[in-house]
């Protein structure tokens, strides 16, 4: 079946439906990333959008549940050059086009995905919508287009309810803004013993646990939008307890503190990206998924300073903050992307965790 994606300059590639059979508008966003299309996938951060995979070809070794970063996926939509429809793997248990069927996910394969990138490189990302429909008007589609917004995202894809993973080690609170699995885990692993807590949890409620440490997970959306979160970060900040933040909990602590964070042309989506640490001198190469940047003009040399940065472009890629035992990255220490040398944080985390109780 033909399928059409629209941006909303006016832009249609013509293609393949994969996935359900739906009509969705959203925020088209790419990611250049050659595996891992799974935990792309199940990454709570895209939220509210449709991810383009820059890499040809999708699917080639299947779905392995266990790689899941969270129980469901999260994107409104997939878009790929070619997707594999018999994957080869002795840990594959089933198909992409199977996944996106099973998760109500509609896509369109077949389309120049480097033409697609090359143009949101140019304009920006830019609204969307993926259709079967051939009849389409694009009188009426462009307006819908244009008017469409990411809303509530974070409410949308933090968890209901606390939950637990048990260890003997420091405990440590992690508020899930839309977290990955593998932060509880990366910090289980370390023998940390983790309570998660949705979103919207009060300052009030974490503290009351005594909790040797915090972290601040990653999470979908513009991180303005999360207003009441701020003003608890806020209450965390003047506790004392260590901190470690991820991705847009990175943000909304810089937020929290005064400074300022404003969309990015594009963002940066992928499991390549060079961070430099400023304090060790060394370079990562790191995963990331954001299309937010903290502003470094706005950062209050009193309270932090850039502990990171990005090699490509220069951007905050991280602050350190003084006089307190917090520290935040843009990037993700927990992802694997090949190279693992950035979860070395974690360790760094527990330091911080175990010089403050001695």
Not at 10 to 39: R, W
Not at 70 to 94: A, H, M, T
Not at 117 to 133: A, F, S, V, W, Y
């Amino acid at each position: 079946m033909k399928a059409f994606l629209i941006l909303e300059d006016g832009h249609i590639f013509e293609g393949v439906s994969i996935g359900a059979k739906k009509e969705i508008i959203s925020e088209i966003v790419f990611n250049t990333s050659m595996t891992g299309y799974l935990e792309v996938l199940t990454d709570p951060s895209y939220t509210g959008q449709a991810v383009c995979m820059t890499y040809p070809l999708i699917g080639n070794y299947g779905i392995s549940y266990q790689d899941m970063e969270s129980i469901r996926p999260w994107p409104d939509g997939y878009i790929v050059r070619e997707l594999s429809r018999i994957p080869s793997n002795f840990r594959s248990e089933g198909t992409i086009q199977d996944f996106l069927e099973k998760n109500d996910i509609p896509g369109i394969a077949g389309i120049d995905t480097r033409s697609l990138t090359k143009i949101l490189r140019e304009k920006g990302t830019m609204n969307g919508m993926i259709t079967t429909n051939q009849d389409y008007s694009l009188d009426e589609i462009l307006p819908k287009l244009k008017e469409y917004t990411v809303k509530d995202a974070v409410k949308r894809s933090t968890c209901t309810e606390i939950s637990h993973l048990k260890g003997d080690g420091f405990k440590v609170a992690l508020m899930d803004f839309g977290a990955k699995n593998n932060i509880a885990k990366s910090l289980n692993n370390r023998g940390c013993d983790v309570t998660v807590y949705p979103a919207f949890t009060s300052a009030e409620q974490i503290l009351e646990a005594s909790p040797d440490g915090i972290m601040l997970s990653n999470g979908p959306g513009d991180p303005k939008e999360c207003v009441s979160i701020i003003e608890e970060l806020k209450k965390l900040y003047k506790s004392n307890v260590p901190i470690f933040a991820i991705c847009l909990g990175h943000q909304l602590m810089a937020l929290a503190t005064g400074a300022d964070t404003h969309k990015m042309k594009y963002g940066h989506r992928g499991a390549n990206h060079p961070v430099k640490d400023l304090v060790s001198g060394r370079v990562y190469i790191s995963s990331q998924n954001h299309g937010y940047v903290v502003d470094e003009t706005t950062i209050n040399p009193d309270i932090a300073e850039v502990g990171f940065i990005n090699v490509n472009d220069k951007t905050v890629e991280g602050l350190r903050y003084k006089n307190k035992d917090i520290f935040t990255v843009q990037f993700h220490p927990e992802a694997c992307p090949g190279p693992q040398d950035s979860n070395v944080l974690f360790q760094e985390f527990i330091n911080m965790m175990e010089s403050r109780r001695n």
